[in-house]
């Protein structure tokens, strides 16, 4: 059974970086492109960051690009979410998800394993 746990949120100011972490386990990992999302509360969950399988390929939301990076490790069977220069608009539960093919985007629908989430608050 796959699992994904995620770490790293947190309670941090304006203009403050976080680093999330992603682990895997029950599978190969390596094979699979994984993703980031977040859910602010009365907000629908919306994606964040994608990486494929084996890292070569990126993709962002407008909304993050240029202040987030999402890398993996694949010895390590992690995936992160770098954070800097938050915004009180990133808060939000951050939740980890992977896919079973080698990349994919934006749809939540391309990833069939999700964590519970870590609490990521940006204070003004």
């Known amino acids: 059974q796959v699992q994904l746990v995620e770490s790293g949120g947190g309670l941090v100011q304006a203009g403050d970086s976080l680093r999330l972490s992603c682990s895997e386990s029950?599978?190969?990992?390596?094979?699979?492109?994984m993703g980031w999302f977040r859910q602010a509360p009365g907000k629908d969950r919306e994606f964040v960051a994608s990486?494929?399988?084996?890292?070569?390929?990126?993709n962002y939301a407008d909304s993050v690009k240029g202040r987030f990076t999402i890398s993996r490790d694949n010895a390590e069977n992690t995936v992160y979410l770098q954070m800097n220069t938050l915004k009180p608009e990133d808060t939000a539960v951050y939740f980890c998800?992977?896919?079973?093919?080698?990349?994919?985007?934006?749809?939540?629908?391309?990833?069939?394993?999700w964590g519970q989430g870590t609490q990521v608050t940006v204070s003004s």
């Open positions: 998800a992977a896919s079973k093919v080698a990349f994919a985007g934006d749809d939540p629908n391309d990833y069939v394993y």
């Open positions: 990486i494929s399988s084996n890292g070569g390929r990126t």
């Open positions: 029950g599978r190969t990992f390596g094979y699979a492109a």
